[in-house]
Each structure stands twice: as C-alpha cells, then as structure tokens.
C-alpha cells in the first residue's frame, strides 16, 4: 500500500549524533526513518543509521507507542531526576561545611560523603542509557525529530552532558582569566580601578578561538548579528543610582553574558565555551596612581577598631548603616551590616580569616563604587586605623574580570581585547589556559573557603539541570499537541529500556542521606553541650 498521508497518522522522526570523543558540535547527517508500506494498525519505523536508537536495535524496524521525542525527553528527565537529587544533597553538605569553620573529623566526614555523592552523579550519567543510546555522557550533540502535516517542520534539541565535570560554573578543560577590563579616563595605575566619574570602553571586535577548530569558525561576538557593539556607557554616577537603568551593570559583566547568551542559542563555535565574570577588591588593590591621595604600603590593611555612622560608607550608591565592630572585624558585625544591602548593592563582603582585611565581591561582574566620608573613614575600614590612605575614597571604581573555559586551549583575537582584559600582557599575569577548577568534579570541602566556592558551582550545576529538563518538557509538549492534531495512534505499554535502575540510586542517595543526617544529629548533640544555640539551630533546620 502508498504511504501513509499526513491526514493519516504519518510521523517523521530524524537524528544526528556526534562523536562521544568531543564535545563540539560536528556536522551530522539527518537520515529519515521511514514509514510503514505494511497494512496494519502499528506505526513503524525503520533504523537504518547507528546512534540514537528508540528501539530493539537487533531488528531494522521497531514499534513504538508513542512519538520518539516523548520516548527521548521521558526518559531523559527521568534521569535528570536522579541527577538532580544527587546534586540537592551535595549542595546540603556543602553548605553545612561551609557554615562550619572546624578542621577536625567532622569536616572529613563531609568530604567524604562529598565525594560519594560525586562518584554517583559521574555513575548516573554514565549509565543513562535508553536503547542501548548514552543519554547523558555528552556524546549526542543535537537530536532532531520532525513532523509533518503537509509541510516538514522540525524540532531539535541539544544533547547535554551531565558528567561532573560538565556541570558547575566553568564547564570544562581549560580556563582562562583576563584582566579588569578597562575603563575609559584610566591612563596610570591599575587597570580597572579609578576615581572619579569614569566610563568604562567599548568593545567594537573581539573574537574567541578554540584549538583545533578551523580558525575560520573565530567568531566576533560584537557582530551585529550577536547583538553589535558591547558598550557599557554608564558614567559611574548612573551605576550609582538606583533609580538608573544601568544601576548594577559592568562591561565585564556584559562580556560573560553576551558570550553564554550566544552559546545558548545554538552558535555551533561557541557550544562549549562558558564564561563568568567577577568583581574582587580589597586595599591591596590601590596605588598612589589610582586616586586622589597616596598610599603607604607598609602598613598593614585590616579592619580596625571602630564604628561608621550611616553615610560614612557608601557602596554602589547605597549607604551602609551604622555599625561598631571589633579589630579584624572578629564579631562579623562590619560584614554583617554591608551583606544587610548585598539585593541592592550586588556586593558581598566578608574578612580574611588571616589578615582581618576587609574583601568585598560582586559575584556577577558588576562594577564596584566605593565612597568613604572622610580619611579616618577610609583607614579604620582599609588601613588598619593607621595612615595607610591620605585622601577618602571619591566614587571610586573598580571593574571587573572575565573567566572564559572550554574543552581545548582559548586564543582572543581583535581591537577590542586588552579593553576586555584578555590581551597577552593581561594574562600573563592572570590565569591563561589553566585546568578548570570550577566544576562539581572539583569538589573539595576541606576548608570553609572551599566548601564556599563548591556550593556556588553545585547551585549552579542545579540550574543546569532544571534549565535542560524544561527544554525536555517544552519539547515533549509540543509533540503530544502535535500528535492530538493528527488523532489517535496506536499505543501499547512500553518496557523499561533503560540502563540503570532507578531503584538502585534511589537506595544509594538514602544511604548517604541516613549517615549525612546522622552526622547533623551528632554535631547538634556536640552544639548543644558547647551551648552553642544558633549551631544547633542550623543543624536542624
């Protein structure tokens, strides 16, 4: 018999894979499996192309009970759960071991656990497998599945891998770090750090390379096409408005967004290529060439002894209230008060267990805007109460870096690089094409700083996840509506096909949540014995 027609229950499905060897995005051949010629009720297709496989692979031809986007994005998801859970309860010991400022068994405990739960996310995504297919060790670049009433039209999605070391801040090999980028009026001094109403460059041409692609796949990601020139115009008294539309921007953090921006919608050159930008500054970071006054570098930088009314600190325009705090800031109240602003200000502050010295950070790259009452304002948070500075901080500004990672080395190409801070002179002295340190593979809760940092890649390992499971869910969405269009199709129960038992998983994360729990019981007996009411509180919370 003909074909069936598309006013019959006529599907199309087509697929392409990549290499397992390589991450990037390679050309894929799309081969149609065809239509049943048989004359029976049962939708049939037909294999005749290696990888993915939704069906019995020792037979040409397969039914299947419902359309292989649903088959793909269920089973997908299912392990993505596993996936998730996984990742909750290693994201709970990290915070507990970042709150926990001991170095004693009970830190090695949680390292341990730690890296029970790592082995058993590696162990899920090499095992979730549908058909004989890996869903999730990165080897699927692209799937695409079509359907048709009259004219083809098709859907794809991206394969994702859920491997440790894909999963985290800087998925990847290599990483590189540039300087801070420039700002416009500095001619003297650090780059990146300067007082007064400065603004920042713009970035007209700057093109990313990976080794081992074809050099002709360098991509400028100010092209018009991306989006044009990456300019942050903003004068440093518009970031310092609240009510300013550019109030909490910084061109390195436009930099990192415009390269995972474009990376997110399917530029092939750019698929394995993220980027984060972050903005550090502590009293190490200013010369004398910097601002107004001068600086001695003899004396020392921590927090001394003292107190601030309201205005006497400003950051990003907001004003910190009044606080009294301790030498070194030992009782946490300076902290405590700035952190008070961090939904407004973007702005973290926290002490150097060592040095006492005041560090404050903007996870996001945004520009940091400090402003000081007077000297003595200045000295008591950043010199030591002594005379380290000679002149108050007057909107000064600081920028912040770019940290790009990938599967092979990175080269930056064009004009515009050293005002991103990822010229040849910026990284040599920074980090260029280093080992990746910022993924949930690196996991090491040893010391509280540590423990800090691996919560931050965890969380956003758990965005990735979520992220892709709502792709899965709009994609099997759009197919089930689809398929209600073209009416009924025969469906039968489909067998679990699928390469790990959820049991078994679901038995190994009990395991290591009863001996994770068992822990936060033992601390919070030792909390209460040291009467210790806020550990205790925050053990069993």
Known sequence: MPLITPTSSSVRAYSGVSSKDSNTSSSNSLTSRQLPEEDDDALRVHFDYALPTFGDTSKSTSIFPSHPATVFANATEQFLNQ??????QLKAVAIRAAADKTTGPGRKELNYDAEQLVDLLDNIAENAILDNQQLLDGSISEVSFQVSLSEPTQK??????????ALGLQ????QSTGDRTQLQESVSGN??????????????DISIYVKNQNINEAINITDQKFGGLLQNVANTSSITDPTHDDFGSGLAKDLASRVNTIREFGESTLTNIYATANTLFNSGDISSSDFSGTVDTSIDKNVSLGSLDRGDLSI????????????NDAAGTLVYAINALTPMTGVVASTDINTGELNLEASDGRDIVINTSTTETTNLLFGGGESRFTQNFNDLRVSGRVTLSANDELSFFGSSKSRA?????????????????????????ETQTNAKSAALNISQAIQQVDDYKE????????FQSTLQAFGSIYQQPRENNTGISSTATASKLAEISRSIMQQRIDTAVQAQANADSKQVLFYLR
Do not use: C
Not at 316 to 325: A, E, L, S, Y
Not at 421 to 445: H, I, K, M, P
Not at 471 to 478: I, V
């Open 471 to 478: 792709k899965l869910s709009a994609l099997r969405s759009e």
């Open 191 to 204: 780059q990146g750090v300067q007082e007064g109403n400065a603004r920042t460059n713009i970035l007209s």
């Open 316 to 327: 990003n325009g907001i004003n910190v209230d009044k606080v009294t705090f301790l030498e």
């Open 156 to 165: 794809s999605i991206r394969g994702f891998n859920a491997s440790t070391e």
């Open 171 to 174: 998925p990847g090999d290599k």
């Open 421 to 445: 801070g990822l010229d040849e002179f910026s990284l040599d002295g920074t980090e260029e094409n280093v080992s990746t340190t910022n993924t949930v593979r690196d996991t090491n809760l």
């Open 83 to 88: 996936t998730g859970n996984a990742l909750e």
